[in-house]
């Protein structure tokens, strides 16, 4: 008796588990307990959700994970999605070996979309350099409705015509004046995106062109994907470093931003309560950091910003509810710049070696500017320098200068 009142369960057990099996089968599920079905049936759900349109040159992802590797298995096309045998090349004179591992290079000769919901991963489980080919004419983009995840991984553009990064030095803009410039890949965070594009402890480099204005070919730029962080990564040129429209809760920090043809950080029209802390940003083609036109609840804290075209950090265009504070700004036209913008705090700066301090403009009101330490400021009066009626309309307190003689020269009195 006690043999056959074991017995019974165990059958039923076992009727239970083979009747789950047969009705996973049905329906396409997977179970990954049974590990001689599960490759086909991971392989089976990939293909449902890459798809490759030859007329569009366009990947299409809607899967819940996938990568590189993953496209490539489903594609099967050395001319859409290439992993390189030799790693060996030869970049300005230099070879190098990417990581000593082969097997970790990929050329894409197309377009990704990302879709809603879906997540593309590009990390180093399968990927130490992203080639996005660009031979000059065609610039294919990667586009997020969904998650983009970019981790401990180098992403560039690459000409393989010259076995090269794509240079677009002719991209232009002067006033409005606009001068197209050679094309290359860019990365957008479309306006629809339902989830957030991280790129970590990443490189990024030789992406994005002069297309028009609105053109949005910018380089790395978001319209949506509330909450992104971008940390740990030199990114570097870029036609804009990083362009941002309407996001919020993003962070940017600890990161070295260089050489951007135009705009080191840019976040722009609506773009509000981002962090941008830690960062080193130099040698860009225009202004270091700047947000315009509506900027919000942005904090400016811990930067070092040098040797940029045109200025170092600029409230501009309606920006209010903001932070610039324990920033380090040298060898600038104009180290920091309030231009028709309100309620902001600017303290506890140093700018040195630049055309002016700290410049607050006429139509700037109710801005808080205190304990800046200004050096080698070539005139005293433009330590801080204060348009028409701006010292009526602000708050200035505790700004010193210290000259080239060591001298420290209160700027409140000349206010």
């Not at 994970?65 to 992993?83: P, T």
């Not at 350099?129 to 991984?153: C, M, Q, Y």
């Not at 429209?245 to 080191?264: A, K, L």
């Not at 830690?278 to 950091?289: L, P, Q, R, W």
Request: glycine share 8%; net charge negative.
């Amino acid at each position: 008796m006690l043999y056959q009142a074991d017995a019974v369960p165990t059958f039923s057990i076992l009727i239970a588990v083979t009747m789950f099996l047969f009705f996973q089968l049905l329906s396409g599920g997977s179970f990954y307990a049974f590990s001689s079905l599960s490759p086909q049936l991971t392989e089976l759900s990939l293909a449902s959700c890459i798809s490759y349109d030859p007329e569009e040159n366009m990947i299409t992802i809607t899967c819940q994970s996938a990568n590189l590797s993953d496209i490539h298995s489903i594609l099967g096309d050395q001319n859409v999605l290439l992993k390189e045998n030799d790693v060996d090349v030869d970049v300005d004179n230099i070879s190098r070996n990417i990581d000593g591992d082969s097997g970790n290079v990929w050329q894409l000769n197309a377009g990704i979309a990302v879709a809603q919901n879906a997540t593309l991963y590009i990390n180093s489980t399968d990927t130490s350099w992203f080639k996005i080919l660009a031979d000059g004419e065609t610039a294919h983009p990667i586009l997020v409705s969904g998650n983009l995840k970019i981790d401990s991984a180098k992403v560039t553009s690459w000409n393989p015509n010259t076995n090269n990064y794509t240079t677009s030095q002719d991209s232009d803009r002067n006033g409005q004046s606009v001068n197209i410039g050679t094309p290359r890949p860019y990365i957008v965070v479309e306006d629809d995106a339902t989830g957030t594009t991280d790129i970590t402890n990443s490189e990024l480099a030789y992406l994005g062109y002069e297309a028009g204005y609105g053109e949005g070919r910018t380089g790395l730029r978001y319209e949506a994907g509330d909450g992104s962080i971008i940390s740990g990564n030199e990114i570097y040129n870029l036609y804009f470093g990083l362009y941002t429209r309407g996001v919020g809760g993003m962070t940017i920090e600890n990161n070295h931003i260089h050489d951007s043809i135009h705009y080191g950080l840019d976040p722009h029209t609506g773009t509000h309560d981002m962090v941008i802390r830690n960062n080193t940003v130099h040698d860009n083609g225009s202004t270091g950091i700047i947000c315009s036109l509506d900027c919000y609840n942005i904090s400016i804290e811990d930067n070092k910003v040098y040797n940029n075209t045109k200025s170092g950090i600029m409230f501009s265009r309606n920006m209010f509810d903001s932070i610039a504070r324990n920033n380090i700004v040298s060898n600038e036209d104009n180290g920091i710049i309030i231009s028709e913008s309100h309620n902001n705090e600017v303290y506890n700066n140093i700018v040195s070696d630049s055309g002016t301090g700290i410049d607050v403009d006429e139509d700037s009101y109710d801005n808080v500017v205190y304990n800046n330490t200004m050096m080698n400021i070539p005139e005293t009066s433009e330590a801080l320098y204060l348009r028409d009626e701006a010292s009526q309309q602000n708050t200035l307190y505790s700004n010193i200068l210290i000259n080239e003689g060591g001298q420290e020269i209160s700027l409140d009195s000349n206010n």
